[in-house]
């Protein structure tokens, strides 16, 4: 059962929407005000969506054109670089921030269902025996909360958290030939993250700098994989299958497959002066540079700057200075050549470029890159979940058919 508490915010929500749509919508106008569209004589081609608003939502808002990013109702900037990212979870999930005694049960509820059953570890073990990619490998592993008796949303949305860090940890510990490490209980969320992954406990500043970025893409509009799970979930399926279709949505290199591409052109560029010919040549060659350009923001992304942010401490303190000044002169490039390749498309960094050098220099291989935005993003799914579960409503787009139409049977031989 999704709990109570959950379900008054989120029916709360929903009385906002029955009295005024636009109030609960920011930077934009909803095509359509007054629920359900009852004919199809307003129905508009949009191939990628674009300007249709498929769900009202109180968790995140996401404007374009100012460059703002709102998180259940926290300036990104507000809440990446303070919170938790058990407290985020609960925030999305339950509207509010925990008090101390919220925080520390839901701690321990999460704490207590991050270890893998055998039946998850087996099917680890055999993937990586195939060399899988992680997120394939993670894709595959979170299809087995299903088989651990989480029978109910809520159940379903907490073993999900709880153990997708445990599942990549252990997949790329075992791709490596290590055993995985046993979660501990009593490190938080991000902590005990990078310890599954090391065997060894993260100093202060490095858990910092994972929940700053765990906190700055927990959620962010109707992305990709968010549709996608909410579409999942619109025909009453269950949390699991959602999350499992976001996984697969968001290892696309258009969504949450980027960043591994992005640090892989600041290493192939590897020196001062060098960045304008190579990523020129890119662009010559028809490329799209990784890290640039959003379908929302059309300024640069808020998530940027919390990023840059956070990779500057980083790396000032323990990391490769010289790499984030070389990322620092990449991107300024990349602006500049972006802006003479295709004038007028307002093409800015994106969040991706510096989650690729904040995780790196907390030392994650640029292949846990995509599972670890996973990690963090199965917070907003789950909350998306919730809230579409209690929408209850179809999601059915319509299609402009385009083929022929008067076409006549001819048997198989006288094909
Ligand atoms: N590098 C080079 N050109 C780019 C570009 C990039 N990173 N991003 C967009 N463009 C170009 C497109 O080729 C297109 O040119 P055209 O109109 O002449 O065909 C134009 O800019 C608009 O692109 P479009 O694909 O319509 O924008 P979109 O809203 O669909 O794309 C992205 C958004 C994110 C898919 C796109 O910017 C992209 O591919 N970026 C690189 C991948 C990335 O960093 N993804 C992470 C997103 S958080």
Redesign the pocket.
């Known amino acids: 059962m999704i709990p109570k508490s959950i379900l008054i915010n989120i029916r709360k929500m929903f009385r906002i929407w029955g009295r005024s749509t636009t109030k609960a919508c920011y930077g934009l106008d909803p095509i359509e005000k007054e629920g359900p569209m009852k004919s199809d004589s307003r129905a508009v081609l949009a191939s ?1 969506l ?1 300007g249709v608003i498929a769900a009202e939502t109180r968790l995140s808002a996401v404007d374009g054109a100012a460059g703002e990013l709102i998180i259940a109702g926290f300036p990104v900037e507000e809440l990446a670089g303070r919170a938790t990212f058990e407290e985020v979870v609960y925030l999305l999930w339950h509207d509010a921030l925990p008090d101390p005694a919220e925080l520390a049960a839901f701690r321990g509820e999460l704490g207590a269902h991050r270890v893998l059953p055998r039946a998850t570890l087996e099917l680890l073990r055999a993937a990586a025996a195939e060399g899988a990619p992680a997120m394939d490998a993670l894709r595959m592993a979170a299809g087995t909360v299903s088989l651990g008796g989480a029978d109910d949303p809520y159940a379903e949305a907490l073993v999900l958290v709880a153990r997708l860090p445990t599942i990549v940890a252990a997949y790329w510990r075992l791709l490596n030939g290590d055993e995985p490490v046993a979660p501990d209980p009593e490190l938080g969320h991000a902590a005990n993250y990078l310890y599954m992954l090391t065997g060894e406990e993260p100093g202060a500043e490095s858990v910092r700098a994972l929940e700053t970025y765990l906190n700055t893409v927990a959620d962010h509009g109707m ?1 990709a994989s968010t549709f996608a799970a909410r579409v999942i979930v619109a025909t009453r399926s269950d949390v699991v299958s959602a999350i499992v279709g976001a996984i697969g949505a968001l290892k696309g ?7 591994g ?2 640090l892989d052109v600041v290493f192939e560029i590897g020196e001062s002066g060098r960045a304008e010919a190579v990523l020129r040549e ?2 010559g060659r028809g ?11 059309k300024v640069r ?1 808020p998530r940027a700057d919390v990023l840059a942010a956070a990779a500057e401490r980083l790396y000032a303190t323990d990391g490769d200075e010289e790499l984030y000044k070389l990322a620092l002169e990449v991107e300024k490039t ?1 602006l500049e050549v ?1 802006a003479g ?2 004038p007028g ?1 307002k ?1 800015q960094t ?4 510096y989650t690729a050098l904040l995780l790196h220099g907390l030392g994650l291989p640029a292949e846990l890159f995509s599972p670890t935005f996973a990690v963090a993003r199965v917070a907003g799914w789950t909350a998306h979940s919730f809230e579409q579960q209690v929408l209850d409503r179809l999601i059915r787009p319509q299609s402009a058919y385009v083929g022929e139409k008067d076409r006549r049977w001819v048997p198989l031989e006288e094909r």
Request: aromatic share 8%; hydrophobic share 35%.
């Open positions: 990628g674009e992305n290199p258009l969504h949450g497959g980027a960043p591409p992005a890119k662009l490329e799209r540079l990784m890290g640039f350009g959003h379908r929302i923001y992304d990349a972006l390749h295709k498309r093409l994106n969040v991706e470029f």
